[in-house]
T-cell receptor, first 111, second 116 residues
């Protein structure tokens, strides 16, 4: 079965600093997509960013960017200039049929 | 904006009761999904549907069934609720990304079900 691994169950970051959340995956698919979602304490899942395996450049969406290393099968999420509102669970997911999710990383931003 | 709604945010039921969790999306999405989320286990797929009256088992379908009579509505049914079904239940819907087949999923707010 396809597997998504998020090795950091919890992380802390100082407000205004950058933080990297790790995600690795296994796949034999020649073409695939990777997603990151944020889940605040209220419970809803919010789509953040998408990376296609054949995209030439790493995806960016505002303060979010993906450090995509295809050969290493990793798609780490980088959040720049952390804000208190970034405190949440973050999930990495890969297109299978349908999405396969990692177990998540809980990020806490400290003032 | 895509909107996915779930019938209840919080629900308390007794063991053995039949439980219906309703999910409605308003963007004409073909695909709909039901997940449960438990601490340390992430999201696990229960059932999904790619079309009306169509359903596919996910990773943990045991003890659940689903119904999709209309495109916008996907119901999760617990035929006889048990305490190990106490969980957060998340519904999602999606359209494929153009040209890739990728499914960007939009989620509802979740239903926290407690079975006593």
């Amino acid at each position: 079965a396809q597997k998504i691994t998020q090795t950091q169950p919890g992380m802390f970051v100082q407000e205004k600093e950058a933080v990297t959340l790790d995600c690795t995956y296994d796949t034999s698919d020649p073409s695939y997509g990777l997603f990151w979602y944020k889940q605040p304490s209220s419970g809803e899942m919010i789509f953040l960013i998408y990376q296609g395996s054949y995209d030439q450049q790493n995806a960016t969406e505002g303060r979010y960017s993906l450090n995509f290393q295809k050969a290493r099968k990793s798609a780490n999420l980088v959040i720049s200039a952390s804000q208190l509102g970034d405190s949440a669970m973050y999930f990495c997911a890969k297109r299978n049929t349908p999405l396969v999710f990692g177990k998540g990383t809980r990020l806490s931003v400290i003032a | 904006d895509v909107k996915v709604t779930q019938s209840s945010r919080y629900l308390v039921k007794r063991t053995g009761e039949k439980v219906f969790l309703e999910c409605v999306q308003d963007m004409d999405h073909e695909n709909m999904f039901w997940y449960r989320q438990d601490p340390g286990l992430g999201l696990r797929l229960i059932y999904f549907s790619y079309d009306v009256k169509m359903k596919e088992k996910g990773d943990i379908p045991e003890g659940y069934s689903v119904s999709r009579e209309k495109k916008e509505r996907f119901s999760l049914i617990l035929e006889s609720a048990s305490t190990n079904q106490t969980s957060m239940y998340l519904c999602a819907s999606s359209l494929p990304r153009l040209g890739t087949g990728d499914h960007e999923q939009y989620f509802g707010p979740g239903t926290r079900l407690t079975v006593t």
